[in-house]
């Protein structure tokens, strides 16, 4: 359990990652998973987490597979010596293939030019390309359209016949994997088992069929085919917070964001707070500052609602998220009693979000208070904040985000 944790001397901020908390939730879904195996999506630096750590604490977990966006994602997974079957799915003409053939990344491929130029990557390393064929079986993003699913079958198991690619495996991904009733949720799981009834028929063998993200997996056991794409719950979040949080599945959160408390001070009632004086304070009062703001990630939407512990209290932000800066009302907590200038100093640690067991706020709750999703809010933590490890094989360790 992540008890509250102590901020480095003279750090502003970090995100501590637990990567005990990935390896274990990657064990419980690999659990929900079945007989199906967990590709561990490590997608935007690991959901902000750090790629590399929380590659290799997936990987310490069970999972049998990566997944990532970007091909400079998987490469670099490459570079760090990392040799578990990878898929990368989103490219762009010109993208870096012939690399990515070296590295034996398998390639997403949701179009034919994307297999005209896979193909032509291989013949010029000399090596056979993996490739998993990408179906937009109702999603309306990228993928091929079932109309045109039969063409870029019999296209890339030309190119099979021809030694350019090897075709490994088909996928598609849902519109509404969050809400499991939805009726696009039947349709789409009826459309790709169609598709792969098709590309059977005309000859394709696949080694891995999938389909299901966290939402899916979690709450859907019927789609779980080969593999199952984790993504947010590997990071210990809930994909479906309005059915269950993540203890209820097994997971917890890993990433917890702290602040130290810059400068605190006495104002009267009635002082108008930071930009546009969105918050003034009702009485006489002690204003704590935290040296986090849009530039390291909080959102600016969470103006005068975002949640932050400190002190044993939790308040609301007093007025905007600043670039560089937010601002907290001592003497108005939601809870517990005011706190004043005995209760906090300048140099005490807040906490900003984290597991939740301890009274801090969760990366749900400001996703709530700032009308977004708690992807984003991890996701969105700035290369300003540096994020510490703990857990995982080595002793804690540092490293910039850069
Ligand atoms: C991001 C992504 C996932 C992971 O989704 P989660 O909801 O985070 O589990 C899976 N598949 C594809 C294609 C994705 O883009």
């Known amino acids: 359990m992540i008890t509250l944790l102590s901020l480095p001397a003279g750090l502003p901020s970090a995100a501590v990652v637990d990567l005990d908390a990935i ?22 630096d690991g959901y902000g987490h750090g790629l590399l750590p929380s590659a290799r604490a997936a990987l310490a977990g069970g999972a049998t597979w990566l997944g990532v966006a970007q091909l400079s994602e998987g490469l670099e997974l490459r570079a760090a010596g990392i040799e578990v079957a990878m898929l990368a799915w989103l490219t762009v003409p010109g993208d870096r293939y012939a690399e990515a053939v070296r590295a034996g990344i398998d390639l997403g491929v949701s179009a034919r030019w994307a297999l005209d130029e896979v193909a032509a990557a291989a013949r010029e390393v000399g090596q056979t390309a993996r490739i998993q064929l990408k179906l937009d ?12 699913w ?48 098709t590309a059977q028929h005309r000859g394709a063998r696949f080694q891995v069929r999938h389909l299901a993200n966290s939402a899916a997996t979690l709450t859907n056991p019927a789609v779980r085919y080969d593999l199952v ?34 400068n605190v001070k006495r104002v009267g009632p009635g002082q108008g707070v930071s930009y546009g004086h969105a ?43 600043c670039m560089d800066q937010v601002v907290l009302d001592l003497g108005e907590p939601i809870d517990g009693p005011p706190a004043g200038p005995e209760d906090v100093r300048a140099g005490d640690v807040a906490v900003i979000f984290g597991a939740g067991t301890s009274g801090e706020p969760t990366a749900q709750d400001w996703a709530d208070a700032a009308g977004t999703i708690s992807y984003e809010i991890v996701t969105r933590i700035g290369s300003r904040v540096p994020r510490l490890y703990r857990g995982g094989d080595g002793p804690e360790s540092w490293r910039g985000s850069a």
């Not at 079986?137 to 045109?148: A, E, F, I, K, Q």
């Not at 719950?233 to 702290?258: D, I």
């Open 279 to 321: 918050y003034h304070t009702p009485n006489e009062t002690t204003l704590a500052l935290l040296p986090v703001g849009y530039a390291d990630g909080l959102p600016r939407h969470a103006g005068n609602t975002g949640p932050v512990l400190l002190a044993g209290r939790r308040y609301r932000l007093a007025g905007r998220v």
């Open 23 to 44: 390896r274990d939730n990657v064990a419980a879904l690999n659990e929900h998973a079945g007989e199906a195996g967990v590709m561990a999506v490590v997608k935007g």
């Open 229 to 262: 794409r984790a993504g947010i719950s590997v990071y210990g979040l809930s994909p479906v917070p309005e059915l269950a949080g993540p203890a209820q599945f097994g997971l917890r959160p890993a990433m917890t964001l702290l602040a130290r408390v810059a």
């Open 150 to 197: 039969t063409d870029l079958v019999d296209a890339a198991l030309k190119a099979q016949a021809d030694g350019a690619v090897e075709l490994v495996g088909a996928f598609s991904h849902y519109a509404w994997a969050d809400a499991p009733q939805h009726p696009t949720v039947r349709a789409q799981t009826q459309a790709f088992a169609d598709a792969l009834e």
């Open 137 to 148: 079986s109702g999603l309306g993003r990228n993928g091929v359209t079932v109309h045109d």
